[in-house]
């Protein structure tokens, strides 16, 4: 079956990048998402991706895409105190495809400072 | 406009005792899915609702789980007889299509305890 992987636990600096990876199993994920999820509140979907594209930059956040290595980061330039949350990547399969998300064991962010 | 909404936050049960969770979607999204997430562990898929129908349920742990969504509106998770290994949060999500990119809407969550 389809497996999403994420390493646990990132700390940064205040102004600094954070850079958090994924890996996945399923060669048919056509859509990749970031969401984040901050105490006491729901996932807030804060990205996705097409498996078509290689590169997705929205304001602050920077998504890159290695499909080959089933590889997926999510680059947050001048991390603020505000964005440390646990950020959850998540796949999902083509439209004739199941419409659940498989996410991943999500990555806490802890910005220092 | 209002979110996904989930009732309640918090839920404390003993082992063998029912327990009904509410899922109240964004108004107008035929597509409901409940997840949940174990011990800190992946967020995983229980089922996927249509509208009243259930479209995908192949994440369902074991028939001590019923889920209802009559009228196609909000949703009920039942857990009878809930057991220690069913502690967890359990998050409701609505989205309005099923195709392209499908942005799934999530709720706050409700955090259940069995002890």
């Known amino acids: 079956g389809e497996d999403v992987e994420q390493s646990l636990f990132l700390s940064v600096r205040e102004g600094d990048s954070s850079v958090i990876n994924c890996t996945y199993t399923?060669?048919?994920?056509?859509?990749l998402y970031w969401y984040k999820q901050e105490p006491g509140a729901g996932l807030q979907l804060l990205t996705y991706?097409?498996?078509?594209?290689d590169m997705k930059q929205d304001q602050r956040l920077t998504v890159l895409l290695n499909k080959k290595d089933k590889h997926l980061s999510l680059r947050i330039a001048d991390t603020q105190t505000g964005d440390s949350a646990i950020y959850f990547c998540?796949?999902?399969?083509?439209?004739?495809?199941?419409?659940?998300?498989?996410f991943g064991s999500g990555t806490r962010l802890q910005v220092q400072p | 406009e209002a979110g996904v909404t989930q009732f309640p936050s918090h839920s404390v049960i003993e082992k063998g005792q029912t327990v009904t969770l509410r899922c109240d979607p964004i108004?107008?999204?035929?597509?409901l899915y409940w997840y949940r997430r174990v011990m800190g562990k992946e967020i995983k898929f229980l089922l996927h609702?249509?509208?009243?129908?259930?479209?995908?349920e192949s994440g369902m742990p074991n028939n001590r789980f019923l889920a209802e969504r009559t009228g196609g509106t909000y949703s009920t998770l039942k857990v009878q007889p809930a057991e220690l290994e069913d502690s967890g949060v359990y998050f409701c999500?609505?989205?309005?299509?099923?195709?392209?990119?499908?942005?799934?809407?999530f709720g706050p969550g409700t955090r259940l305890t069995v002890l």
């Open positions: 999500a609505s989205s309005l299509r099923t195709s392209g990119p499908n942005e799934q809407f």
């Open positions: 991706i097409f498996s078509n594209m």
């Open positions: 399923d060669s048919s994920s056509t859509y």
């Open positions: 998540a796949e999902r399969g083509g439209d004739t495809g199941r419409r659940a998300l498989t």
């Open positions: 108004s107008g999204h035929d597509n």
């Open positions: 609702f249509v509208k009243e129908s259930k479209q995908d």
